[in-house]
């Protein structure tokens, strides 16, 4: 069982940045994918960003590439997604995930999730 824990989400204005952090406990971190997801209101859950469990490997949404960063800290067990020139269409719940798979596709490869942090861009 992995459990993930979100924190670094508040209001910005366009332009600005952002940093979430998610730390998961146990002993596994290095062995799991993890990811980032986002839900505005109104919408489906989606793909953001996810890091293989190697961290060798990355894959982006095209509408947050060249904006956002994801990395991971295995000694912490945590991921960093940092987000910059942030856009009023990014507000969202962001989801931190974990997956057994050695990377995030889509969100049938999720093993794990955290609670959500909201994320709000004023234009």
């Known amino acids: 069982q992995v459990q993930l824990v979100e924190s670094g989400g508040g209001l910005v204005q366009a332009g600005g940045s952002l940093r979430l952090s998610c730390t998961a406990s146990?002993?596994?971190?290095?062995?799991?994918?993890m990811g980032w997801f986002r839900q505005a209101p109104g919408k489906q859950r989606e793909f953001v960003v996810s890091i293989s469990w190697s961290g060798s490997s990355t894959r982006y949404a095209d509408s947050v590439k060249d904006r956002f960063t994801i990395s991971r800290d295995s000694a912490k067990n945590t991921v960093y997604l940092q987000m910059n020139s942030l856009k009023p269409e990014d507000t969202a719940v962001y989801y931190c995930?974990?997956?057994?798979?050695?990377?995030?596709?889509?969100?049938?490869?999720?093993?794990?999730w955290g609670q959500g942090t909201q994320v709000t861009v004023s234009s």
């Open positions: 995930a974990a997956s057994r798979q050695i990377q995030i596709i889509d969100i049938t490869s999720v093993n794990y």
């Open positions: 146990g002993r596994t971190f290095s062995s799991y994918a």
